[in-house]
């Protein structure tokens, strides 16, 4: 089977209009949507499919948008795609939808959580006293470097997302904000632009954030969860002692998404589905690891796409066994010339019993590049043992064209 990763967006991709093909198409997002209206008190739906985009980007709003179209996005996949995942991650107000979608946190108290959540962080630079800012093609040594350079006890700039190897946000106050985005103009090759946020998110300077969250979150029950989620602090799955201490440290701590991206491939995941708008994540994992299939999915065809594709990978895994299963039976069959006994344990019952336990390997590890590795690796086994038994070239030939 495919190993299977959800992930979730984060602030920053939400939008006017999100969701509202998927509101059009699917009944059962229609009434998340009406269950998020009724719990917030007021039309998330309106604000998402025909709001203002100043509105919306509000933190206190963007937040409970953001994690209802990427529910919005899951139910209406559990619809059309038939995927079990193994792990489930989001990139900062995401990590909250995972935890949602796992069931760690009900719906609605997961909605009342982040609108809460967005609140303290709005209230904690209401002042203007932060920014942030992305930058890529310079290295974190460089910017930890110069982050040290220009922080001082009053003025903090440091990392605030590690997104992949050469994309970083930079978070803090506003005056060293821009000297460091100066300095890096000038390196050879970089880009640095600031970001349209509320604040200094993902930096100390929203510990008085940080710590009335964490007074909230102790009033919302914790529940078992279906599936592991990836915290933001560690890059490893949340326990269920750890899940309010790790979203307290997560609003003053970095977001290490290369970290995480790296434990799903590590852990095996070869089919990753972005829930929610946009396709920032989706983008991220195809750059790190090609080998990962990833889907973005936020519309019906996006939906009908990935279905598609995954009908399509079944049916050719089905064909490629198939083949495999004739070619290697042609090579047993196959008349043996050599008397050699020896030979014929090295050449051909020992190679076979490697064949099959790759046969079988293939029926429970169902990854494109476990497939290409050991069809080309049964192949080699297969001009072995028919070498071995001495078979005619042009025999040998036709049974090889098999694959």
Known sequence: MNKVSFIFPGQGSQYVGMSKELWDNFNVVKRLFEEADDTLGVKLSKLCFEGDPQELLQTMNAQPALLTASLAAYYASREILELEPQLLAGHSLGEYSALVCSGFFSFQDGLQIVRKRGMLMQQATANGVGTMAAVANVSASILESLCQEISTDRDVISIACHNSD?????????EPM???????????????????VSGPFHS?????AADKLAVELKKFPLRKGRWPVVSNVTALPHDEFSIYDLLYKQM???VRWTDTMDFLYQNGITVALELGPRKVLGQLMKERYPTISTFSVNTSSSLTEADK??????????VTLERLE???AAALIAQNRNGDYKQHMEGVVYPSQQIR????????HKNDTVYNAVNTEVLELIRTILTTKQVPDQEQQTILNMF
Not at 180 to 195: A, D, P
């Open 357 to 364: 336990n790759r046969i079988n390997q293939l029926q429970s």
């Open 326 to 328: 004739e070619g290697f």
């Open 204 to 208: 100390t300077l929203m510990k008085p």
């Open 309 to 318: 594709w995954l009908s399509k990978q079944q049916t050719t895994r089905k």
């Open 252 to 254: 003053i701590s970095p």
């Open 166 to 174: 050469n994309q970083y946000v930079l978070s803090g106050h506003t």
């Open 178 to 196: 821009a000297r460091i985005v100066e300095q890096i103009k000038r390196l050879e090759h970089s880009k640095v632009n600031y970001l349209t």
